[in-house]
């Protein structure tokens, strides 16, 4: 992987990267090189954007190319030297990432060409529609001059026939009236009279007809004439384009050959040059970019078939274990249809009694298992030690006793509730016991343990499913020692227990919203309560009122909710419980104040012994729990490595799966875009030969077969070899200079075109002679003109005599045609 400030040899061309990221002029990753050499593409920018400063000025040092280009070679002799795992973690998301990259890298190239399908089409279709244009303007000029004439034709016969008529009338009208002056008597000269004036009658509605005709003949003549001038005026502003063209193309080369344009022409030559380079530099980006391409082919190739290796040795293994298993559940199958068989022999009475013993048995089985995971518990409680007693271990095993007895025992709540209250309260009490000695305020010696022979008694009762009456006889004598006066100050015990007591109460449906508000105060007051403000120190409650206020309680609450009045007396019992556990002081002292230094070496050598006997059991008893707890800890690890693996697993063969229909998808779309992309190419050839030849043909007055190849080749030219021999023809032209008066040796120039033959193209004689004016001034005006008009077979003037005559023609025989018809 290519580094900044990396030295690196990329095309032949020593540089140093100073730029690895993404650009705005092409998508994925770029690296931006100074060359050494004078011989880049740019200066670190590029369309305007700065990725990198070159330190070298005064040239062209900088050059953008693919990431992929430098570091293919270590890539890939990386990927020979790795070594294949057994976990194709890292394999699979590699392929997923290189697969979503190539699908978005397709779906880019699909867009940009369907973006190039668009231009095409609307390309195409505006060419067809200019050429339809051109094709109709021309055909309907035509058509318009041939109704012209036709029509101009039609009218002067007509014309000439009335004329003739008219004098036809005259001449009888006078050869009558010499007749009639002469021999004839009165009744034939009536006769007559009348017969001419029939005559008469029938010539006056020819002529009004054929004045009609002549009038309409004339305004279509008059319309024709304006439509034929409106296309006169088109096809003179096209001539005025063309002509300006040809200007400028005289210009251009009039420039071409005198000696001052020559280091503008040179200079734009080389920039053009420059311009060709940069665009053959960036087709060979385009062509390292499509090489890279292609080496991650390769690689996605390999990865894959690497892929299906394994897919395929994986279904090899799920169609044994398959195989295995259809051999297990027939085997299964034979063993029940034994079963059944075997069941059917027996009679239904017995069948059914063994089915009912073997029930009981699997229930008793599952009774005894149950028990003896409830066992188990109670003995984790204790730490794994039963025959160690500490406050801790006690207060543990109290409270897994509290809780078995509300799900194990069936007994009257009112008789089940002081039980667990009283175990619950133990177990407060000897949790008190173990905080109080590890701070210090309660020494080892003062400590007097309770009598615990029941407990595992009251154990085994409670786990099967027994109620022990012990409970209810001792209360809470077993617990209270009046000795440990500082642990009935301790506030902590007090409120601790209530608020468990208060929430064990509220499981109940049956009580009213009054009391249930009353019991969730008490649990509010009791947390506020037991809020340690300063770190180091404890709560502390006056006159050892604890056992009081707890003894108050079961009086004055639990023993209500025994006899089953907590509906009416419940209410001003716990409202006033809570009044009194609001009034009640609890001082905050530190721990430090409460405990002074001894006076005497022998007490501090006693209490020394003391908390260190009791450190040591505390000290293992916390091993034994933090190597339990870290061994579940392993345990539950190792179990959401194991689950998180096969949900990946199926995550991943489910991605692989849909990038593969994906992948079908997207080779199926690139081969009928590739499909699409030739025929569109195609088109796009034939496209641009036919506008390159609607351009070369616009930019000249009477182009020609011979003149659009000229263009095409002069367009195909190397720019370099034509800058040189400009420059060769430069040296010729100061070396042999010879010079003519261009007007003096073409004296037509000066004379006008005459049109003797052809007195129906006057408007066309007119421009040809504005043109040879025009042609005439420009020469006058002009210092250098290269021009050279010699004759040839196919001029323009011949060309279109021959076409004025092969009209003449055709008018000629389409007059006839109609003469005759």
Request: aromatic letters at 6%; charged letters at 30%; proline letters at 2%.
């Amino acid at each position: 992987m290519a580094q900044l400030n990396q030295r690196v040899k990329v095309r032949g061309l020593n540089g140093t990267v100073r730029f690895i990221g993404e650009t705005k002029f092409a998508p994925g990753v770029w690296c931006g090189i100074e060359l050494d050499d004078d011989q880049g593409k740019n200066n670190g920018s590029v369309q305007g954007i700065k990725y990198f400063e070159t330190l070298k000025k005064g040239g062209l040092y900088g050059i953008f190319t693919r990431l992929e280009a430098l570091g293919g070679t270590d890539r890939s002799g990386q990927a020979e030297e790795a070594s294949p795992t057994d976990d194709g973690d890292l394999r699979l998301q590699q392929l997923v990432g290189k697969l979503q990259k190539k699908v978005y890298s397709m779906h880019l190239k699909s867009e940009e060409l369907n973006a190039q399908i668009q231009c095409s089409i609307g390309l195409e279709a505006e060419l067809e529609a200019c050429i339809i244009q051109r094709e109709s303007l021309v055909l309907e000029n035509g058509q318009l001059q041939m109704d012209l004439s036709t029509l101009e034709e039609t009218y002067q016969k007509l014309l000439d026939r009335t004329h003739e008529l008219q004098e036809e009338v005259d001449l009888r009208r006078s050869i009558d009236d010499e007749e009639c002056d002469i021999n004839d008597s009165p009744d034939i000269l009536l006769r007559r009279n009348r017969l001419l004036e029939a005559t008469m009658i029938k010539l006056q509605a020819a002529l009004r007809s054929s004045q009609e005709v002549g009038e309409s003949l004339q305004d279509e003549n008059q319309n024709l004439k304006e439509e034929n001038e409106m296309i006169v005026k088109k096809l003179g502003n096209i001539s005025q384009e063309l002509e300006n063209c040809r200007r400028l193309m005289e210009n251009f080369h009039s420039q071409l050959e005198s000696e001052v344009k020559y280091g503008h022409i040179v200079d734009k030559l080389t920039q053009e040059n420059s311009d060709l380079t940069a665009r053959l530099e960036d087709a060979m980006v385009v062509a390292d970019q499509l090489r890279s391409e292609t080496l991650v082919a390769k690689d996605l190739q390999s990865i894959y078939d690497d892929l299906e290796e394994e897919l395929s040795e994986q279904l090899r293994i799920l169609r044994e274990d398959a195989l295995r298993s259809q051999q297990t559940i027939a085997k299964l199958k034979s063993e029940k249809e034994a079963l059944i068989e075997k069941l059917e022999t027996h009679d239904e009475p017995s069948a059914i009694e063994e089915q009912t013993q073997l029930t009981q048995r699997l229930d008793g089985l599952h009774l005894k298992l149950h028990r003896n995971s409830l066992r188990n518990k109670f003995l984790s409680e204790s730490f794994g030690n039963e025959s160690c007693q500490s406050p801790l271990q006690v207060a543990r095993q109290l409270s897994f006793l509290s809780n078995t007895m509300r799900e194990e025992v069936k007994e009257d709540y009112g008789r089940l509730l002081p039980a667990v209250l009283y175990l619950n309260f133990g177990s407060h009490h000897q949790a008190s016991i173990h905080r109080l000695t590890s701070s210090g305020l309660l020494k080892v010696s003062n400590y007097v343990k309770p009598e615990l022979t029941n407990l595992e008694a009251w154990k085994e009762n409670i786990i099967e499913g027994r109620f022990p009456e012990e409970i209810l006889k001792f209360g809470m004598n077993i617990w209270v020692n009046d000795e440990c006066s500082i642990v009935q100050k301790d506030a902590l015990l007090l409120f601790n227990f209530l608020h468990d007591a208060s929430s064990e109460l509220l499981k109940v449906n049956e009580i009213c919203d009054k009391v249930r508000r009353d019991l969730m105060s008490m649990s509010q007051i009791c947390i506020e309560k037991s809020i340690v403000t300063k770190p180091g120190a404890v709560k502390l409650i006056e006159n050892n009122e604890v056992r009081a206020i707890v003894t108050a309680f079961f009086d004055q609450v639990v023993s209500k909710w025994n006899a089953g009045s907590y509906q009416s007396k419940g209410y001003a019992s716990i409202d006033v419980f809570n009044s009194k556990l609001v009034e009640l002081v609890v001082d905050e002292v530190s721990v430090d104040k409460m405990c002074p230094p001894a006076s005497g070496g022998k007490k501090e050598s006693l209490s020394s012994k003391g908390d260190a006997s009791f450190n040591k059991e505390l000290d293992a008893l916390e091993r034994t729990e933090s190597i339990q707890l870290s061994k579940i800890e392993e345990l539950e690890l190792k179990l959401k490595v194991y689950e998180n693996k096969i949900e990946r697993q199926k995550l991943q063969e489910q991605t692989l799966l849909e990038l593969r229909k994906e992948l079908n998808l997207t080779k199926l779309r690139e081969k009928s875009l590739q499909s699409s992309i030739s025929t569109l190419e195609s088109k796009n050839r034939s496209l641009s030969q036919i506008l390159e030849d609607e351009r070369i043909k616009h930019s000249f007055w009477l182009p020609s077969s011979t003149l659009l190849s000229l263009t095409r080749e002069l367009e195909g030219t190397n720019y370099l070899s034509l800058v040189s021999h400009i420059n060769d023809l430069k040296a010729v032209i100061v070396r042999d200079t010879k010079s003519s008066d261009v007007l003096k040796a073409n004296p037509w120039l000066q004379q006008p075109i005459l049109m003797d033959d052809y007195p129906s193209n006057s408007e066309f004689f007119a421009n040809l002679n504005r043109t040879r004016r025009n042609l005439f001034h420009s020469l006058e005006e002009a210092d250098i003109a290269a021009l050279g008009f010699e004759a040839h077979s196919s001029s323009t003037l011949i060309y279109h005599c021959n076409k004025l005559r092969e009209r003449k023609v055709t008018s000629k025989y389409l007059l006839e045609r109609l003469v005759t018809s």
